[in-house]
């Protein structure tokens, strides 16, 4: 395991493009130019054989949250369902939503630390789609993009942190000043406007004007390194100060989410947090941390009726606990 494996979730960039003389979607006159727009890139997708291909006003709504709360689209993508899409790639870490907030919202997301992985294997994506389809440029402005923060490079690089030791130490309002400081912005783990859950911070760049795509990678990574060993250093402090109270919490968060009965979704990030935590300091062994991650969404309430089938929820709590539990009982061990 990297030294930030632990703490550094997820590496995530994302490109803002607009078809040039389109209106953006909220002021579109009719749904045209957004069909049109959506066989284009379609187009353009095509030559890579990589992508599946939605069109969501074909989904229900279930299965778009459900690609939601697996960090696939956004609340803005499900929001114009009647006119947007999505390509997917096969291994899900290549994004391209069509007619979100932007035209265009390219994104590649990658495991761990690592800004400059997600970041190459996107630039073929978006030189194929400049090269194909006007889009709107400004040699002052730089991407024309639907909010004023993405205009310049239009770019956004984010990070998943879990933070359970600084969060313990009450150093979070102290990061989110600082962050703001050095022109970055804290979100919650699904993104703007969701709140922090299960000590999981999203940071990235707050705009992308005046800068190249390579200095907003260089300055977002310098300061998640900073915060990285901020968190190293807390747990050290934590396995000498409180290694019995965080070995106990570890424990019961494991028993509990073994053998409960009902399980909501708000406790279930909780315990699984707690779980996580106690592996990352020794206390328990995660024996797939991959698939142990996705139990965050798998026990979502879209993602859970997708697996079940149900249309009850009075059986949600009862059904997520039975499913969790398996899970947990394969996937982490006591030491």
Avoid at 133 to 141: M, P, Y
Avoid at 168 to 177: M, P, Q, S, T, Y
Wanted: proline share 1%.
């Amino acid at each position: 395991m990297e030294v930030y494996d632990d703490i550094a979730i997820s590496s995530r960039i994302r490109l803002a493009r607009n078809v040039k003389g389109v209106k953006f979607y909220i002021k579109l006159d009719n749904d045209e130019d957004a069909k049109q727009i959506v066989k284009s890139v379609k187009l353009v997708l095509d030559r890579f054989d990589l992508f599946n291909f939605l069109t969501l006003k074909n989904l229900s709504l279930s299965e778009c949250n459900a690609l939601f709360e697996q960090h696939l689209i956004s609340h803005e993508l499900i929001a114009n369902k009647d006119i947007s899409s999505v390509a997917i790639s096969e291994d899900e870490k290549v994004i391209v939503m069509i007619n979100e907030e932007d035209h265009i919202r390219e994104q590649c997301l990658e495991s761990g630390f690592n800004l400059l992985k997600p970041y190459k294997r996107l630039r073929a994506i978006d030189d194929a789609i400049l090269g194909e389809l006007d889009i709107a440029f400004d040699e002052r402005f730089g991407f024309i993009t639907a909010s004023p923060s993405n205009l310049g490079s239009g770019m956004r690089a984010s990070v998943m942190l879990f933070l359970p030791a600084l969060e313990r130490a009450g150093k979070i309002n102290e990061l989110f000043d600082r962050a703001g400081k050095n022109g970055l912005t804290i979100r919650g783990i699904y993104g703007e406007g969701s709140k922090n859950e299960a000590s999981f911070y999203q940071i990235s760049n707050q705009g992308s004007l005046g800068k190249s795509e390579e200095e907003i990678i260089d300055d977002v990574s310098e300061i998640i390194y900073q915060i990285c060993n901020e968190e190293k250093e807390m747990r050290d402090y934590y396995m000498l100060s409180e290694r019995a109270e965080i070995n106990d919490e570890a424990l019961r968060a494991y028993g509990t989410l073994v053998n409960c009965y009902m399980l909501s979704e708000s406790e279930m990030m909780r315990l699984l947090s707690k779980v996580k935590f106690g592996s990352s300091l020794g206390f328990l062994d995660i024996l797939d941390i991959d698939k142990f991650q996705k139990l965050y969404y798998e026990g979502g309430s879209a993602n859970l009726k997708e697996i079940f089938g149900f249309s009850d929820t009075k059986k949600e709590n009862i059904l997520r606990a039975e499913y969790i539990s398996k899970k947990i009982k394969s996937l982490v061990k006591r030491r």
